[in-house]
């Protein structure tokens, strides 16, 4: 049966931010040691220490910002530690990630170097739980105040003498958890607080996030948005905080430890994955009706940057690092997230994948024993993506039943969409979840005539297929010819297990 969907090209919709690609870097396992930052010393090609094999792969995605230093690292980082010369940094104990020494080698100056190479956007994640307000405050006063204060005095005294442009500022992380466990009113209280203090200096404009809620708190969500609505959101936003986030990871298996291998797993744990991934969209829509109550004209944000997948690590390797190998699996994890980001742009204003080197669903992972760099499954949906940042979302409407699968005493629709029009030109990305049958599908494209499809492919032998420093492009994607466009009807086959994007340049 093949399922039956309308694009209707001319009709407008939300823009699909640029930062809804983006990514999370926290100072866990070899995300930022070993993956970012390799030290000057190191034989590995960098710049000022930072590596530059993975600088330019995530150039190629148009990376659009990087959130640091946490995570839960970042309610107990406290930046002071982090500037000046590197042999007189003080050593502490990153007590939630394996108990490790931080030589706190990789600081502001570091971070903002390393954002500066990507052109991406910095993210900074405050810390709440563990520091002050004052110690925040000054934070943003170091990074981005110019001309004369003691803050900028300081920063250029460690050698920068202009100030930083940083919008994207977060309040403390999962207030509710890590971050200092918080109730929902304590922690409100707290956001209003600190983001008082967190200053505009000059032109530079803060974008402040307050920690949101885990997964299905819708309560967390609407104690900060009743806050907000309080004294009228577009006035209290603008000295408090103008979006909340929310975390969410793909978890399966039947406890916290035992979610199973990212690599050695059957059919079964297989669509229990999907079930999973494909629940972003009923947080997702469940967190914007609160935020809809509270705020219809859309000023809040809602930001996701927590998401991806979480399995046990890889065997033999610190249970605190979270290292895991990132197969076929994982890429259709993040395309299946992606068209549900796309469907609420409206709300959705940025989402980071946790995280990008060498810690849960990775782009790139680096051997420890080599100067080897591998670009994941999930990489290559990025890239395979990339059309879609800051272009203009297009809804794909079902005409018919789409397929789907019973999965436990769930069912789960098994061909995923979502399609955007940008620059003259149509991006249509396509997901097949089911991991052993085909999909045919028919997209009658109203509103405007197409040009010759442009199709690539992202699948692979089995789910389980993955990357290595030996098979680096065992799954990666490859022009693709299962794609026909006759009479206004875009024909795509899809095999089991399989990520499709088609592009054709659009006419009047
Ligand atoms: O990404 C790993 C951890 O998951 C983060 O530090 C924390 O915010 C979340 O619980």
């Given at each position: ?9 001319d ?16 100072h ?33 995605l ?36 394996g108990?490790v ?22 993210y ?37 003498e202009?100030?930083w ?137 809602l ?6 997948t979480w ?43 946790a ?52 999965v ?80 206004g009807?875009?024909?795509v ?16």
């Amino acid at each position: 049966m093949t399922l039956e969907a309308v694009i209707n090209l001319d009709l407008g919709g939300p823009r699909i931010s640029r930062h809804l690609y983006g990514h999370f870097a926290e100072h866990l396992g070899r995300c930022v040691y070993g993956g970012f930052y390799v030290g000057e010393d190191s034989a590995i090609p960098n710049e000022g220490g930072i590596r530059l094999d993975v600088v330019d792969a995530l150039r190629a995605l148009g990376i659009p910002n990087l959130r640091w230093p946490g995570g839960c690292f970042a309610d107990e980082y406290h930046w002071q530690d982090g500037i000046g010369p590197r042999d007189r940094r003080p050593v502490m104990v990153n007590t939630h990630w394996g108990g490790v020494e931080e030589n706190n080698h990789f600081g502001t100056h570091e971070f903002m170097a390393l954002c500066e190479l990507l052109g991406a956007e910095p993210y900074i994640s405050g810390n709440v739980g563990s520091g002050t307000v004052r110690e925040m405050s000054e934070w943003v006063e170091y990074l981005t105040r110019g001309g004369d204060s003691p803050m900028a005095r300081l920063r250029a005294a460690n050698g920068r003498e202009e100030p930083w442009r940083v919008r994207f500022w977060g309040l403390g992380n999962e207030a509710w958890g890590c971050g200092g466990n918080m109730t929902a009113e304590h922690y409100a209280h707290q956001a209003r607080q600190y983001g008082t203090y967190c200053r505009d200096y000059g032109d530079n404009q803060l974008y402040k996030i307050a920690a949101g809620a885990n997964g299905e708190d819708y309560a967390w969500t609407e104690t900060l948005m009743k806050q907000l609505a309080h004294l009228g959101c577009r006035r209290i936003t603008s000295t408090m905080y103008h979006a909340l986030s929310l975390h969410h990871y793909t978890i399966t298996g039947p406890s916290w430890d035992e979610k199973g291998s990212a690599t050695d797993f059957g059919t079964g744990e297989f669509y229990a994955t999907m079930v999973a991934a494909a629940r972003i969209e009923e947080l997702i829509a469940g967190h914007a009706a609160v935020m809809d109550c509270y705020d219809p004209g859309k000023s809040v944000g809602l930001v996701l940057d927590e998401w991806g997948t979480w399995f046990d690590v890889e065997p033999g390797t610190n249970p605190g690092f979270l290292y895991q190998q990132n197969t076929l699996r994982d890429a259709l994890v993040a395309s299946v997230h992606f068209d549900v980001f796309h469907r609420y742009a409206d709300r959705l204003v940025m989402a980071n994948i946790a995280q990008t080197v060498n810690v849960l669903q990775a782009m790139v992972l680096t051997d420890p024993d080599s100067d080897a760099m591998v670009l994941t499954p999930t990489y290559h949906v990025f890239a395979m993506n990339r059309g879609h940042q800051d272009a203009t979302s297009l809804r794909v409407d079902p005409r018919t039943a789409p397929p789907s699968r019973p999965v436990g005493d769930t069912t789960l629709t098994t061909v995923s969409m979502s399609a955007s029009r940008k620059d003259g030109r149509l991006l249509v990305s396509l997901s097949n979840l089911d991991a052993e049958a085909a999909a045919d599908v028919a997209i009658d494209l109203r509103g405007g005539t197409a040009g010759q499809p442009e199709a690539l492919i992202l699948t692979a032998g089995a789910p389980q297929d993955h990357n290595t420093p030996q098979a680096p492009s065992a799954v990666a994607p490859r022009p693709y010819d299962g794609v026909s466009l006759t009479g206004g009807t875009l024909r795509v086959h899809l095999p089991a297990h399989a990520f499709v994007t088609v592009s054709a340049g659009l006419g009047k």
